[in-house]
């Protein structure tokens, strides 16, 4: 299947594949923070929804879906960096460790600060990442989403201020791309509260 959908060779296919089975591996029997209709939603979903946002933007590589799949991997299990950089290929691994937060409640401001200078894949993976959690938010905890969407106001001022970096890697159709998505998920938020308050 991904032989398919990348063209690439054995190599890079098994990079990707392994990426994918060490996230579902790892993530097995974690669920994500609330209930959808009564059901807990299994934790995979999450990584993979980073992944396909990833994809849909025009920034999937090898490199960028094996990172997106496993960005959580080393913040939420105990795999060692090693195993990672075996499985998922160095450059992965290293955008793997840029996404990882190991600080408290009072660092993730700063961490969120990191973003100004990471890598601009770190940066769009990450931007996948905090969108599809707010999407997650408006449906467990509703309350929650807007708040949580606005504690990131440092990461998505370095997405404002790196628009250009975007485009020169990956071409200007990924930076509107990226940015549409986040206007979308602001909307969102603006419906919610709006219907919160009828």
């Given at each position: 299947?991904?032989?398919?959908?990348?063209?690439?060779?054995?190599?890079?296919?098994?990079?990707?594949?392994?990426?994918?089975?060490?996230?579902?591996?790892?993530?097995?029997?974690?669920?994500?923070?609330?209930?959808?209709?009564?059901?807990?939603i299994?934790?995979?979903?999450?990584?993979?929804?980073?992944?396909?946002a990833?994809?849909?933007?025009?920034?999937?590589?090898?490199?960028?879906?094996?990172?997106?799949?496993?960005?959580?991997?080393?913040?939420?299990?105990?795999?060692?960096?090693?195993?990672?950089?075996?499985?998922?290929?160095?450059?992965?691994?290293?955008?793997?460790?840029?996404?990882?937060?190991e600080?408290?409640?009072?660092?993730?401001?700063?961490?969120?600060?990191?973003?100004?200078?990471?890598?601009?894949?770190?940066?769009?993976?990450?931007?996948?990442?905090?969108?599809d959690?707010?999407?997650?938010?408006?449906?467990?905890?509703?309350?929650?989403?807007?708040?949580?969407?606005?504690?990131?106001?440092?990461?998505?001022?370095?997405?404002?201020?790196?628009?250009?970096?975007?485009?020169?890697?990956?071409?200007?159709?990924?930076?509107?791309?990226?940015?549409?998505?986040?206007?979308?998920?602001?909307?969102?938020?603006?419906?919610?509260?709006?219907?919160?308050?009828?």
């Amino acid at each position: 299947m991904f032989a398919k959908i990348f063209k690439t060779d054995g190599g890079s296919v098994n990079k990707l594949e392994n990426a994918v089975l060490l996230a579902i591996k790892y993530h097995n029997g974690e669920y994500r923070k609330g209930k959808v209709n009564g059901q807990s939603i299994p934790y995979i979903i999450h990584p993979i929804n980073v992944m396909e946002a990833v994809w849909v933007w025009g920034a999937g590589t090898e490199v960028t879906l094996s990172a997106s799949v496993t960005h959580d991997i080393k913040e939420n299990t105990a795999i060692k960096h090693e195993e990672l950089e075996f499985e998922i290929g160095k450059e992965a691994a290293d955008i793997v460790t840029e996404l990882t937060y190991e600080g408290g409640k009072e660092q993730k401001k700063e961490y969120m600060r990191t973003f100004h200078t990471s890598s601009i894949d770190a940066l769009i993976i990450k931007i996948a990442d905090r969108l599809d959690n707010v999407k997650g938010f408006m449906l467990t905890q509703p309350d929650y989403a807007q708040k949580y969407f606005d504690k990131a106001v440092d990461l998505f001022g370095a997405l404002m201020s790196r628009l250009d970096e975007i485009k020169e890697k990956y071409g200007e159709q990924t930076s509107k791309n990226i940015v549409d998505s986040y206007i979308s998920v602001q909307i969102s938020l603006s419906i919610l509260e709006t219907n919160k308050e009828r």
